[in-house]
């Protein structure tokens, strides 16, 4: 018994300091996780995390000291650029409480939730999923991963972004809404996490269009700084 076509290849993310890799499982996002950002967006509530999710092989690996190419995708006029930490899941579980969730975190990352806004609001406005918003080719951006046991907890770090070298997004993790570890709890409620899952933990405010040539550099206190090109 065989496949009946070749098997695509594993999405993978380079792991800092090895020559070891990621697999990829899953990648989980968390919406208006910020209290500025959810206000810029429309609203003005805490309210429950919520989730959507982006394709395995959505990943865009960019190691350090290297820009990454980020084709600008189709059916879109209003590709918006959302940095975030992501959360990189190394033991699996499920309904997790939040004083447990670090023992199943591997480690972290620089990500980059690229979003076509317009489809975005498109959706939303018909109260359709937003899959075409978030979930297309290249849409998750990604510097090499951390060890956890390198960086510690990420509780409280700067987080920035700047398009062609104009700071666009600038505060800190300690403002997440949801913590990580609260988010973990959420979200294994809902799904068995694996090792493997990525966990894009929400964008600060400052969120804005890029076009074609725009060089995009984004970065978080002891994780580094991921960059990329639009093409």
Known sequence: MGYVFAAPAQAVVPIDGTVDLFPVHRIYCVGRNYVDHAKEMGFSEREAPFFFSKPADAVLPVPFGTTGELPY?????????????????????????????????????????MTRRDLQFAMRDKG?????????????????????????????????????????????????????????EHLSRFFELRAGDLIYTGTPEGVGAVKRGDELEGGIERLGALKVRVV
């Open 128 to 184: 359709r999923p937003w899959d075409v918003s978030k979930g297309f080719d290249y849409s998750a951006p990604i510097s090499p991963i951390k060890a956890v046991a390198s960086t510690g907890e990420m509780l409280d770090a700067q987080i920035w972004l700047k398009v062609n070298g104009e700071r666009r997004q600038d505060s800190s993790i300690a403002k997440l809404i949801w913590s990580v570890a609260e988010t973990i």
């Open 73 to 113: 995708p189709s059916e879109t006029t209003n590709l918006h650029h959302e940095i975030e930490l992501v959360v990189a899941i190394g033991t699996r579980g499920s309904n997790i409480a939040a004083a447990d969730a670090m023992k199943h975190v591997y480690g972290y990352a620089v990500g980059l939730d």
